[in-house]
């Protein structure tokens, strides 16, 4: 059974970082992409950032490129997202994926596991 669970989450202020970690089981998980979606109160979940298997190729949304950063260690199964100069707008609830099923990486039908979600709030 393929678990993802999410952790690292909390209220931070405005140009505060936080890093989120995903550990996953129940696969093997140095051979598969990882991704990271969120989605804020009233809106649809937006992708933020993914990564390879190896860990060599990453893409990012435009809202968070050069603050955010994702990486992964396959030795712990578990991928993180180290994010730097939080705005208000990046308050959400953020979400690890397993990248399942072919198609483009910033399209959550493309991933087929889900983590639970941890929440991040950016007070201004």
């Known amino acids: 059974q393929v678990q993802l669970v999410e952790s690292g989450g909390g209220l931070v202020q405005a140009g505060g970082s936080l890093r989120l970690s995903c550990t996953a089981s129940?696969?093997?998980?140095?051979?598969?992409?990882m991704g990271w979606f969120r989605r804020a109160p009233g809106k649809e979940r937006e992708f933020v950032a993914c990564?390879?298997?190896?860990?060599?190729?990453?893409f990012y949304s435009a809202s968070v490129k050069g603050r955010f950063t994702i990486s992964r260690d396959n030795a712990e199964n578990t991928v993180y997202l180290q994010m730097n100069r939080l705005k208000p707008e990046d308050t959400a609830v953020y979400y690890c994926?397993?990248?399942?099923?072919?198609?483009?990486?910033?399209?959550?039908?493309?991933?087929?596991?889900w983590g639970q979600g941890t929440q991040v709030t950016v007070a201004s």
């Open positions: 994926g397993r990248y399942g099923l072919n198609g483009y990486y910033n399209d959550a039908d493309t991933y087929d596991y």
């Open positions: 129940g696969h093997t998980f140095s051979t598969i992409g």
């Open positions: 990564i390879n298997w190896r860990g060599g190729t990453t």
